[in-house]
T-cell receptor, first 119, second 113 residues
């Protein structure tokens, strides 16, 4: 089945530093990927849509200069949390659609997430 | 949440019992999807039901959809300890990029052996 690999799984960084999270589609091409953020015991919040070869589309309220997204190839999207602060500590998960059914449905395949802790 | 709400927020049952989780959503949808998340992991797609379908089965999973009430339910029959996880419903944002989903808050299911 389709596999999405996310790296690193955990990262601890100091305030003010930047952290890069990678999301790779291992056995399929993903022109679009999605980045979500999840707080403990809460839902996933869609942050942005990563588009291969063009700018990402951010959801309302998400700072694009804070969360830089690059989708330079058909198998890799990166999320960089710039000048991280403790409030950026969260679980970040990427996903990509694979199969497009005749009806236009496309379930998502998720990476295993990255636990970011900013001290 | 951005779209849906699940209830209950938490459900605790014994192995062998059935588990029912409900989801309500706000806007009209083309389909509704259910996902499972083990603690600290990514989500796994379970089942998708389209707006013109009322019920769908997959193994021990049964999903219903009532578009008039904007609600869906996920039933897990003969639950097992391995079913312990969080379960989320999700629906596509209207007119959105394919695969762009909004998720509910989730139901934390605990199945005791």
């Amino acid at each position: 089945g389709a596999v999405v690999s996310q790296h690193p799984s955990r990262v601890i960084c100091k305030s003010g530093t930047s952290v890069k999270i990678e999301c790779r589609s291992l056995d399929f091409q993903a022109t679009t990927m999605f980045w979500y953020r999840q707080f403990p015991k809460q839902s996933l919040m869609l942050m942005a849509t990563s588009n291969e070869g063009s700018k990402a589309t951010y959801e309302q309220g998400v700072e694009k200069d804070k969360f830089l997204i690059n989708h330079a190839s058909l198998t890799l999207s990166t999320l960089t949390v710039t000048s991280a602060h403790p409030e950026d500590s969260s679980f970040y998960i990427c996903s990509a659609p694979t199969i497009k059914t005749p009806e236009g449905d496309s379930p998502l395949h998720f990476g295993n997430g990255t636990r970011l802790t900013v001290t | 949440s951005q779209q849906g709400e699940e209830d209950p927020q938490a459900l605790s049952i014994q192995e062998g019992e059935n588990a029912t989780m409900n989801c309500s959503y706000k806007t009209s949808i083309n389909n509704l999807q259910w996902y499972r998340q083990n603690s600290g992991r990514g989500l796994v797609h379970l089942i998708l039901i389209r707006s013109n379908e009322r019920e769908k089965h997959s193994g021990r999973l049964r999903v219903t959809l009532d578009t008039s009430k904007k609600s869906s339910s996920l039933l897990i029959t003969a639950s097992r300890a391995a079913d312990t996880a969080s379960y989320f419903c999700a629906s596509p944002a209207r007119g959105s990029t394919l695969g762009r989903l909004y998720f509910g808050r989730g139901t934390q299911l605990t199945v005791w052996p």
